[in-house]
């Protein structure tokens, strides 16, 4: 598990609560505290993923056959499925952060190799 960097909380403190009697140490560790249980809570995921193949075959003869406009309608509903709950096809249940992190860098590396 990561662990955080305590220097930023604490300059934000002392900017923000002074340097006097030490109240921005104490509530930078406040700060700190609560955001590394954030990091702990497996039921948290504050990201967005939005990656599709636009070499997908069926994706690429919609964009061929009726166009820009339509290419762009379905990919969106796609975002939005995808974006709704990322699911485990092979073990037919909802996707851990792990797996989702691995898909996008799994994603990143092939287009990485393309260019």
């Known amino acids: 598990m990561s662990e955080l960097d305590e220097k930023p909380f604490l300059a934000a403190c002392k900017k923000r609560y002074g340097v006097?009697?030490?109240?921005?140490?104490?509530?930078?560790?406040?700060?700190?505290?609560?955001?590394?249980?954030?990091?702990?809570?497996?039921?948290?995921?504050?990201?967005?993923?939005?990656?599709?193949?636009?070499?997908?075959?069926?994706?690429?003869?919609?964009?061929?056959?009726?166009?820009?406009?339509?290419?762009?309608?379905?990919?969106t509903a796609l975002l939005e499925i995808i974006?709704?709950?990322?699911?485990?096809?092979?073990?037919?249940?909802k996707a851990s952060m792990h797996e989702a992190l691995q898909l996008v860098l799994n994603q990143w590396k092939l287009r990485r190799r393309r260019r």
């Open 20 to 75: 006097a009697d030490g109240e921005a140490e104490i509530k930078a560790a406040e700060f700190c505290s609560e955001w590394q249980e954030h990091l702990k809570d497996a039921n948290w995921h504050p990201f967005k993923i939005q990656i599709i193949n636009e070499d997908d075959e069926k994706l690429v003869g919609l964009e061929e056959q009726l166009g820009d406009e339509v290419y762009k309608a379905e990919t």
């Open 83 to 93: 974006n709704e709950k990322l699911w485990n096809k092979k073990e037919d249940r």
